[in-house]
């Protein structure tokens, strides 16, 4: 079965931090990270592009860490510093061959 699989979002304080891990099923890699709050579209928060160099969202920059294993199954972000701004569903982009397919998403919350 073709799909990629999120875990790690919950409830945090803001300033808090939350490790998301994103594990793709045989033949299919994990690129990157998305997120979609209520209401907006979904935008990009860090991606391994084919070149394997690192693109983050200016959001991003400073405070989350995308990295993944050597076999490129798992991909995870880490996410320090969060604010209430960065409360959304997470999302996980992978390739299967030259197809885009997407997780079921996990929800981060960044509340007091």
């Known amino acids: 079965q073709v799909q990629l699989v999120e875990s790690g979002g919950g409830l945090v304080q803001p300033g808090g931090s939350l490790r998301l891990s994103c594990t793709g099923s045989?033949?299919?890699?994990?690129m990157g990270w998305y997120r979609q709050a209520p209401g907006k579209e979904r935008e990009l928060v860090a991606l391994?592009?084919?070149?394997?160099?690192?693109k983050y969202s200016d959001s991003a920059k400073g405070r989350f860490t995308i990295s993944r294993d050597k076999a490129w199954s798992t991909l995870s972000l880490e996410m320090n510093s969060l604010k209430p701004e960065d409360t959304a569903v997470y999302y996980c982009?992978?390739?299967?061959?030259?197809?885009?397919?997407w997780g079921p998403g996990t929800q981060v919350t960044v509340s007091p």
């Open positions: 391994f592009n084919r070149d394997r160099s690192i």
């Open positions: 045989t033949t299919v890699n994990p």
């Open positions: 982009l992978g390739l299967y061959g030259s197809a885009s397919i």
